[in-house]
């Protein structure tokens, strides 16, 4: 958990000092790609668990949804994904 815990301050960190306009190395451009690529390995593998642990408990009417939640709705529902500019896109990830 810390690590994940610092992986997120990090990627604030790195959001924070970058803009659109920077033209990264192709290294560090490589870097972040497999760093990507590891972490949705991660998530891919865990998510399942998640599902059956979650389907396994039963949730309370006081608990509010969460950001996987809610992305699990949207695909359940074959809702496609939002893009930067639309309604409803985060704007905490417009980089």
């Known amino acids: 958990m810390s690590q ?3 992986l997120n301050d990090i ?3 790195l959001l924070d000092m970058l803009s659109s306009e920077d033209e ?3 290294w560090v451009q490589s870097k972040l790609t497999r760093a990507y690529t590891d ?3 991660v998530f891919g593998y865990l998510e399942p668990q ?3 642990e979650a389907a396994s408990s039963v ?3 006081s608990e509010a949804k969460g950001l996987w939640d809610r992305i699990r709705d949207r695909r359940k529902a074959k809702k496609r ?3 930067p500019g ?3 896109y985060p704007k905490t990830l417009d980089i």
Do not use: C, Q, W, Y
């Open 50 to 52: 998640a599902d059956l």
């Open 11 to 13: 990627t604030s960190m």
């Open 59 to 61: 949730p309370t009417v």
């Open 24 to 26: 990264l190395p192709g």
């Open 81 to 83: 994904r939002l893009r």
């Open 4 to 6: 994940l815990h610092r």
């Open 86 to 88: 639309e309604k409803g």
């Open 39 to 41: 972490l949705n390995d």
